[in-house]
């Protein structure tokens, strides 16, 4: 048997708007306006946008795959600050996503609601986000998550430990060399500091010829077909499971429908479940239904991002880290203040990409990286980014909890 986990996970931030340090006492409303260096968007504007050239048009494509094909089901995370905007903003588009769950085909993963790097700062503030995330996915959907990813698939034998003490069954990481040396991630693990639960490992290199390479007419591979990529993983011998993880706006947004990735996509079932030893399965059911064929150690952190797979697309420079350590700096005197808006505005500074954004990575990664900043320069990001926290501990400081 062979199986392939589909896993897509659906997210946008709140992005900071142009805040100058004029801004700074005069208003505390970061994120609502036009933001960064473009004056025609605002965060509702891109969410629209994202909204028409990919989450309806996907979302239509599966559930027209779920209704046809009875043994076709996939995995989802979607961010809480994602969630807030489609509850505010795109209420169609969330119902589209209530559906496809709806058909009990689809699972829900867990994360942190802020999709932030909390876990290597506060473990306390983590398992604060873990908890709003499950609130929010048992509000919504009606699901309680058994899997487990963190931000950005940052992975590491804490990590596991962490999951397995929090009761997941299985948690996901990037199958990046390092960690796995001769072995495959096309096999079921268990962690070394968890051997109860599970570790299902990205195939990268398969996830990223549909995420990156699909519409390059330079790949040597182009064009992919859905039975070219199936009669690849079925020719594949040293394999239990496929499992391929992207970004939901891998459809329509990343890869544009022109490229065909949506017929891609309606294709793959068809294509794969034309061999009856041959599966679709949930990550969870993945967990449950194949046994582990050993252990991983990884005492290092994997992500899935850029050529290096570690932290350095958030972490690497001395702006970045500067930003983060200050920012978590803050969490004692917000927690305390128990404004809620403070308290707001604190957790949607975490969110991950604001970090992303002032990465100053060029060569293989350059391109990514400006691809998805809405800033001219990854010092823009940082400077923009240090005027709404001066503001933030200014309030801090007017409300008598910091000096």
């Known amino acids: 048997m062979k199986s392939i986990q589909l896993y897509l996970h659906v997210h946008q931030p709140y992005r900071l708007r142009k805040f100058s340090i004029f801004d700074s006492g005069v208003s505390h409303d970061y994120y609502n306006d036009a933001f960064a260096s473009d004056n025609n968007k605002s965060n509702r504007q891109v ?45 169609e588009v969330l119902a589209s996503f209530q559906s496809l769950v709806d058909s009990g085909r689809v699972e829900l993963v867990g994360e942190t609601y802020h999709h932030s790097l909390s876990f290597f700062y506060s473990r306390s503030e983590f398992e604060t986000q873990v908890k709003m995330h499950k609130d929010i996915i048992s509000r919504l959907f009606n699901q309680k998550p058994s899997v487990f990813r963190n931000t950005e698939l940052a992975y590491n034998n804490d990590l596991a430990a962490w999951a397995a003490r929090a ?30 639960i599970r570790l299902l490992l990205k195939n990268y290199s398969l996830s990223d010829d549909i995420a990156f ?44 429908e022109e490229t065909g990735v949506l017929d891609f996509l309606s294709h793959l079932p068809e294509e ?27 005492p290092d952190t994997v992500t899935w991002a850029d050529t290096e797979r570690d ?17 978590y700096k803050l969490e004692e005197p917000i927690i305390d203040l128990n404004d809620w808006s403070i308290i707001e505005d604190w957790r949607r500074l975490q969110t991950s990409d604001h970090f992303y954004y002032m990465c100053v990575k060029w060569f293989n990664d350059g391109d990514i990286h400006a ?21 933030l501990k200014a309030r801090l400081i007017e409300r008598g909890v910091l000096v």
């Open 47 to 91: 969410l629209h946008k994202v909204a028409h050239k990919s989450y309806l048009p996907t979302n239509d494509r599966l559930a027209k795959l779920l209704k046809k094909y009875p043994d076709f089901k996939f995995s989802l995370s979607m961010s809480g600050v994602l969630l807030e905007q489609l509850e505010n903003w795109e209420p």
């Open 167 to 196: 009761g997941y069954k299985s948690v996901l990481a990037e199958g990046w060399h390092s960690m796995l040396g001769w072995r495959s991630p096309n096999y079921v693990y268990s962690p070394v500091s968890a051997p109860g």
């Open 213 to 256: 390479r699909f519409g390059d007419s330079n790949w040597n591979e182009y064009p992919l077909t859905a039975d070219k990529f199936a009669h690849w993983l079925s020719e594949d011998k040293d394999a239990e499971v496929f499992n391929l993880f992207m970004d939901y706006e891998t459809f329509g947004e990343h890869q544009w």
């Open 272 to 298: 794969w479940l034309k061999t009856d030893s041959h599966k679709f399965m949930t990550l969870s059911e993945a967990a449950e239904n194949i046994a582990p064929v050993g252990e991983i150690d990884c």
């Open 311 to 327: 932290l350095s697309a958030w972490l690497g420079n001395a702006m970045q880290r500067n930003a983060i350590e200050a920012l």
């Open 371 to 391: 691809y998805f900043s809405p800033y001219e320069s990854p010092y823009d990001a940082y400077i923009n980014f240090m005027n709404v926290y001066h503001d």
